[in-house]
């Protein structure tokens, strides 16, 4: 199993930048395909991005595409979500998963972290 905590959360201001972090402890980190999710209240919780073992493959939903770029560091077991142009819409909860497929569909993940508030004023 693995461990995920995330942090990096706050208020901020729209235009601003912030980097959400994912720290993971227990079984190899590399070993499994990381994303970000989140999830605004009175909302679902919606899939944001995705990154591979390696970091060589991305994916992201279209909302925040151009805007986010989801990174992992698997010599520090971290993985990242920096947000630039942030939105008021971007308003939620972040949370990291981690799943052992192959690809990583958004239904995939099994391991989640407690998640991380983001608040974005206009």
């Known amino acids: 199993q693995v461990q995920l905590v995330e942090s990096g959360g706050r208020l901020v201001q729209a235009g601003d930048s912030l980097r959400l972090s994912c720290a993971a402890s227990?079984?190899?980190?590399?070993?499994?395909?990381m994303a970000w999710f989140r999830q605004a209240p009175g909302k679902e919780r919606e899939f944001v991005a995705r990154?591979?073992?390696?970091?060589?493959?991305?994916y992201y939903t279209d909302s925040v595409k151009g805007r986010f770029t989801i990174s992992r560091d698997n010599a520090k077991n971290t993985g990242y979500l920096q947000m630039n142009s942030l939105k008021p819409e971007d308003t939620a909860v972040y949370y990291c998963a981690a799943t052992l497929s192959d690809y990583g569909y958004p239904n995939d993940y099994d391991y989640w972290g407690q998640g991380t508030q983001v608040t974005v004023s206009s």
């Open positions: 990154i591979s073992l390696s970091g060589g493959s991305t």
């Open positions: 227990g079984r190899n980190f590399r070993g499994y395909v």
